[in-house]
């Protein structure tokens, strides 16, 4: 099921996409913002998305922020994807590189959804 706020350009499925999530986080009580944009491999725009998510961190912002876009690209049903993001911690865990405690729940939600597709990169940026 893909989320109501999602915007989606023509000629969105059955692509190779990549998706580049952000997010932003003031304080604990505040809840954190992500967003993120989808691409084709030749850098088109096809989706965006934005919502307010409760997070008790920067990097948890960010966790929650890719398994939102990892979602919705297996909700799109795209088969080969690359995930970026400037969180290097966060790539790290993704690609089973380290462990971060903070997130480590996230990190297997994303990665259970990861091995559905043909290919599914992370990728700091």
């Known amino acids: 099921m ?3 706020q999602i915007s989606v350009m023509e000629d969105a499925l059955d692509i190779k996409a990549w998706e580049n999530p952000d ?12 967003a ?8 088109k725009m096809l989706a965006g998305h934005e919502k307010k998510v409760p997070a008790s961190s920067p990097i948890v912002a960010e966790a ?3 398994r939102e876009a990892i979602l919705t690209a297996y909700n ?15 790539i790290e865990a993704c ?10 729940g996230i990190v297997e939600d994303i990665l259970t959804v990861a ?4 290919h599914c990169g992370f990728t700091w940026v």
Not at 25 to 31: A, F, K, L, S, T
Not at 36 to 43: E, M
């Open 2 to 4: 893909v989320p109501a």
């Open 23 to 34: 997010a932003a986080w003031h304080e604990p009580q505040v809840p954190g913002a992500i």
């Open 36 to 43: 993120f944009i989808v691409r084709d491999s030749s850098g």
């Open 64 to 66: 929650l922020t890719l």
């Open 76 to 90: 799109f049903n795209w088969q080969r994807i690359v995930l970026e993001s400037d969180c290097l911690m966060l």
């Open 95 to 104: 690609r089973r590189e380290k462990v971060v405690a903070e997130i480590k």
């Open 115 to 118: 091995d559905r597709f043909l």
